[in-house]
């Protein structure tokens, strides 16, 4: 038999945008295969939604900041009206945008509010 275990406290953060950050990631790196393809208006969706989501987590946390960075995400992303970035620069932004989410959805977190 073993010590005794005490109850774990809950985490005084949460991180919301940890996730569509993570999804965006794996996205933007998995879309460089489809640059060109007819799938890559599903890549520029999924891109932009994600983005404008992980700017909404931001506002909501205080984390200003961010917003502007996922704005120019979702609008060089965006599927309706394209920006027309070809070749190295276009896998260079996939990349770069890969590494933003990822450390926006890090860094951007909530203080937990403690149920009632």
Known sequence: MGAPQTP????????????PGILAAIVLVA????VGQEYYLAVR???AILAVIIGWFAIQAGQ????????????IWNPVYPINITGEWLVGAHIVGAAVCLVAGALIRFRRTPAA
């Open 8 to 19: 774990k406290a809950a985490a005084e953060y949460q991180r919301n945008a940890l996730a």
């Open 31 to 34: 879309g460089i295969a489809l």
């Open 45 to 47: 969706f999924v891109v």
């Open 64 to 75: 200003w900041w961010w917003a502007p960075v996922m704005l120019a995400i979702a609008l």
